[in-house]
């Protein structure tokens, strides 16, 4: 029941665009604090600061301190999951007859 309430809790933070904004800022330069974010982003500090808190609640960040400042890194193994999980699985029948595919036309025209 546990890995359910967190797949819950990722698809809640994957399904809101601020928050998938977020995350391809930190993708794009990753480690950065909070005042980095909300320069890129159009919304309120309190804003970035509650997505943040999903974020990490859906273990998609991982926070370190630098003196004052705290750092958000990307957490990309939830992510992995998911992609093992439900699509992967979805996307290996598709690629192999694609695959059965072009061996027989090559074969046909080779």
Partial sequence: MAELLDTDA???ALADPGRRKLLDVL???DGQTLNEM???LDMTRQGVTSHLG???AANLLATAW???EKLHFLN???LQEIYERWIAKFEKPRLKGLSDL???LEKDHG
Avoid: I
């Fill in 27 to 29: 993708h794009a330069n």
């Fill in 66 to 68: 630098r003196g004052r």
């Fill in 38 to 40: 909300c320069e890129h």
């Fill in 76 to 78: 990309p193994v939830p």
């Fill in 102 to 104: 072009k061996r027989r």
């Fill in 10 to 12: 990722l698809f809640k």
């Fill in 54 to 56: 999903v974020l990490e």
